[in-house]
């Protein structure tokens, strides 16, 4: 009998094969060093700089760059505007919060009921609004807001953009639009979950809404508590309801959330530097708020301590 050679393996092709996941994972890295990681490292650059003027600042070379360590963060800190935007944008997510994600978890509940009828269209009727886009949305509504043009201020005496209302109403908004996709992650994740729970339990007489509260709600916590934290994030970072609203009516201001600051700071006044500073500090909140959250509830909803 003639002696098998063994089957011997080349370096070289291990090599290769430990190098193809690098491969397909480098056109997201780069990606995301174009667009996330550069844009970041520049902001925090500029968050450090200040424009030094000369004489008059006429001349050339008058205005140059130079280095400003902290001052921008603590002028930023030190800003009155920027805390009265935080207060008004934390009244707001509250709000919005309470009812966008308590509505989409009624929606959700309710299309996964056993009774349910024309499942597929309340599905897409729910989520609908989440397709338009926030601009769009947001005029559509200014109109309806509009005293003039309103059919509901023709029913109730109410200005919707007054001071004491034209929260109500971009709560409105962002609720309109919001419930549809956290509805969606939400019915998604009950869809997840086998018959046989529900089967079992309703073979014990529990009925529709014992299922709900002792049965699908716990089973949906993670998927709650994610939800939440995305729409802490959007909440923090809400721009496009009161700036596009905001020429049709006079009780917003141009820093009504600390987004809108870094906007008139940065496109309107030029100040390219403390819009910078309060960029990376809007940043840092939002990570302390959504973490916190975390750290706060994922001992229950994940397990974890």
């Not at 994972?25 to 650059?45: E, H, S």
């Amino acid at each position: 009998m003639t002696p098998t050679t063994p089957m011997t393996r080349r370096p070289g092709g291990a090599r290769t094969a430990s190098a193809v996941p690098y491969l397909f994972l480098a056109p997201a890295m780069a990606l995301f060093t174009l667009f996330m990681a550069v844009p970041i490292g520049y902001t925090a650059y500029l968050s450090l700089r200040r424009t030094k003027v000369s004489g008059l600042g006429l001349g050339k070379g008058s205005r140059r760059e130079v280095f400003a360590g902290l001052d921008n963060y603590t002028a930023t800190l030190a800003d009155g505007e920027l805390w009265a935007g935080w207060l008004r944008v934390l009244g707001y997510g509250l709000l919005v919060l309470v009812v966008m994600l308590g509505l989409a978890l009624l929606f959700a509940l309710l299309l996964d009921s056993a009774h349910v009828r024309l499942a597929r269209f309340s599905r897409v009727a729910v989520f609908l609004p989440y397709a338009v886009p926030g601009v769009a949305a947001t005029l559509l509504w200014g109109f309806l807001y509009l005293p003039t043009l309103s059919p509901i201020r023709q029913v109730l005496d109410v200005d919707l953009l007054g001071s004491g209302t034209v929260v109500l109403s971009m709560a409105n908004i962002a609720v309109w639009g919001g419930v549809g996709f956290n509805m969606l992650v939400l019915y998604t994740a009950l869809r997840a979950v086998p018959r046989t729970y529900y089967e079992a339990a309703r073979i014990d007489g529990a009925s529709e809404i014992q299922i709900a509260l002792r049965i699908k709600i716990p089973i949906l916590l993670p998927a709650i508590i994610l939800t939440t934290v995305f729409s802490i994030i959007a909440t923090i970072q809400v721009f496009t309801e009161p700036t596009t609203l905001r020429p049709l009516t006079n009780t917003i201001s141009s820093t009504w959330s600390p987004l809108m600051k870094v906007y008139r700071d940065a496109f309107v006044t030029g100040d390219l530097y403390s819009a910078a500073a309060t960029s990376i500090v809007i940043a840092a909140i939002s990570l302390v708020l959504s973490f916190g959250f975390l750290r706060v509830v994922r001992d229950r909803a994940f397990g974890e301590s």
